[in-house]
């Protein structure tokens, strides 16, 4: 009899014990395609969750009919977010023509209204002129020649503005545009996406402890560490 009580008052304490717990279920992450990267804390997909705490101010993202996982800057306009580094807290982005390159043909982008940086690398900014080429002109850097802005009749190419040779060699060229872009940009990291990266909030530590990054519940930008892996066990929802 007094065994059972005790069963009976331990069920209730545990119950007790987990309730507050369930109730501070993470959030889930969710994507826009099977294939699409994780959004997940600080970043979430507007409208596939629940609850509004689910992200950080300007870290909003939203799908496109082409179940592209969008985002949008005030001043920028949209890019196709290509994968997020939780880690490292680096997202690639693409432009939604997948022609991130474009964006750049006749302005400087900015992204000072928004939490993210263009991430540098480690040589900061080169200015770099763009070309308009007939089909008669050689190309010597075919490595530099925009293809989403080139046809089979002309091609649009790129090239660092103090190299003085290409100038006296593009005689079949005309001068788009010059405009500073980060000199990490070329070569390697085109096909991976542009680089941008956050400072705020910072889940570093969370994250590399595997723990889930929230909000501090009534604490309104206060972040903590979610001591559960519930977050990643969780199939993600899609939309479609
Ligand atoms: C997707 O939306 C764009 C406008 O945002 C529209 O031009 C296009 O036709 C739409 N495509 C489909 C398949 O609905
Ligand atoms: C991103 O854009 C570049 C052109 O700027 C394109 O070549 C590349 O395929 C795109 N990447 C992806 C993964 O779509
Ligand atoms: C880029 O070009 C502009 C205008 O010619 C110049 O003022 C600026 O100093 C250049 N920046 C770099 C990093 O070369
Ligand atoms: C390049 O030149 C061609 C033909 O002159 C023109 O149709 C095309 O729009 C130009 N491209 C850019 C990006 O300026
Ligand atoms: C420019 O085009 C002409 C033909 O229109 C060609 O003979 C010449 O070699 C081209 N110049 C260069 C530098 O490619
Ligand atoms: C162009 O400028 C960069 C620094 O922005 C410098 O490292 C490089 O040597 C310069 N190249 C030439 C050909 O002047």
Not at 143 to 150: P, T
Request: hydrophobic share 35%; glycine share 6%.
């Amino acid at each position: 009899m007094a065994t059972l009580e005790i069963f009976n008052i331990s069920i209730l304490f545990l119950f007790s014990l987990f309730l507050p717990h369930r109730a501070a279920t993470p959030c889930k992450g969710s994507t826009c395609s099977i294939d699409g990267p994780l959004a997940r804390f600080p970043f979430q997909i507007r409208n596939n969750q629940v609850s509004s705490n689910c992200g950080y101010p300007g870290f909003d993202l939203s799908c496109n009919n082409q179940s592209q996982t969008i985002i949008t800057f005030p001043s920028s306009g949209d890019f196709v977010v290509q994968s997020i580094n939780y880690l490292d807290q680096i997202l690639y982005i693409n432009g939604t023509d997948n022609c991130m390159l474009k964006r750049f043909l006749h302005r400087d982008l900015s992204f000072e209204d928004t939490p993210f940086s263009i991430y540098w690398g480690f040589e900061g900014t080169k200015n770099y002129t763009f070309f308009n080429c007939s089909s008669d002109q050689e190309i010597y850097w075919p490595s530099n020649i925009i293809s989403c802005l080139s046809t089979e009749y002309y091609k649009v190419l790129f090239l660092p503005t103090n190299w003085s040779q290409p100038r006296l060699e593009l005689h079949n060229c005309t001068v788009i545009s010059t405009t500073l872009i980060p000199s990490s940009f070329e070569w390697r990291e085109i096909n991976r996406g542009f680089k941008l990266a956050w400072d705020v909030p910072d889940c570093r530590y969370c994250e590399g402890r595997d723990q889930a990054c929230g909000l501090k519940k009534g604490k309104s930008l206060t972040i903590q560490c979610l001591h559960t892996g519930m977050l990643y066990d969780q199939i993600p929802t899609h939309i479609t």
